[in-house]
């Protein structure tokens, strides 16, 4: 256990002292800051090119098109960024070989794995919270109206699934020594659960659906019981992922 902290502690460190912390706390808080107000400001835009000719009606903007804009930016260019941030966490110390040291004086493999996938979910939960808690005080403070349908629930689901592409990536990483490489296996992956949700009776139960039916949740257009076999099988997934990383790093000749 104390070598799980200390490793742990370490990661954290690496990734202040990279600035890849700061990176991602940045990146999220402008999306969190920015969805509000793309959607209050999208009329008074559009509004510009109807003067030039152009005639484009567009309602009145309310909560839900915030929120809208929420999951559309952390589910796209988000959840990308994260993706870029983490691939190298595994891949790039068993490129350079500076685990060696470290595991020959007796550290646990399984607890290098453990302790860089609570790092990455740290990193990860900060960041998407900031990105929410940003999304929802501008929100409060634009919009009059601002109640809407399962909205925890909507923001749980692309947070686990955010928990399962960092799985996914730690996975690859274990699998190759280039974060090149760990980020075309995680891609790959991602692309499998986009094709399988085009089939309509594997959408029920594709991982996938929870970073795409979050606007869904909020306006009652998917039931809260449809996510239920998704939310179950990705927590399956994350599993698989990690104890198929430790495997295989445990017989990895480093």
């Known amino acids: 256990m104390r070598n799980y902290i200390a490793f742990f502690k370490k990661e954290l460190l690496e990734s202040v002292r990279t600035y890849k912390f700061f990176?991602?706390?940045?990146v999220f808080f402008a999306f969190g800051m920015m969805s509000p107000l793309a959607a209050k400001l999208m009329p008074k835009l559009i509004s510009y090119a109807n003067q030039d000719g152009m005639k484009i009606?567009?309602?009145?903007?309310t909560a839900i098109d915030a929120w809208k804009q929420f999951f559309k930016n952390i589910s796209g260019m988000g959840l990308i960024v994260a993706a870029l941030i983490f691939s190298g966490v595994l891949a790039n110390?068993?490129?350079k070989g500076?685990?060696?040291?470290m595991l020959t004086k007796g550290l646990n493999r399984s607890t290098v794995i453990l302790s860089k996938f609570t790092a990455m979910i740290i990193i990860w939960t900060t960041s998407y919270?900031?990105?929410?808690?940003?999304?929802f005080i501008y929100t409060a403070y634009l919009f009059k109206n601002h109640e809407m349908h399962n909205l925890l629930l909507s923001v749980f689901c692309l947070w686990l699934f955010g928990v399962l592409l960092?799985?996914?990536?730690?996975?690859?990483?274990?699998?190759?020594?280039?974060?090149?490489?760990?980020l075309f296996i995680t891609g790959a992956a991602i692309a499998i659960l986009m094709l399988l949700n085009v089939f309509p009776k594997l959408q029920k139960y594709n991982p996938f659906s929870l970073s795409s039916n979050?606007?869904?949740l909020l306006t009652n257009s998917v039931k809260v019981s449809e996510l239920y076999y998704p939310i179950f099988i990705s927590s399956v997934l994350i599993l698989a992922c990690i104890i198929g990383a430790i495997s295989i790093f445990n017989k990895k000749q480093i």
């Open 57 to 61: 009606t567009m309602p009145e903007p």
């Open 129 to 135: 919270a900031l990105a929410f808690a940003m999304t």
């Open 98 to 101: 500076t685990l060696i040291n």
């Open 214 to 216: 979050n606007v869904a």
């Open 166 to 182: 960092s799985a996914i990536i730690l996975l690859g990483g274990s699998l190759v020594k280039s974060s090149y490489g760990c």
């Open 23 to 26: 990176i991602i706390i940045a």
């Open 93 to 95: 110390e068993l490129s």
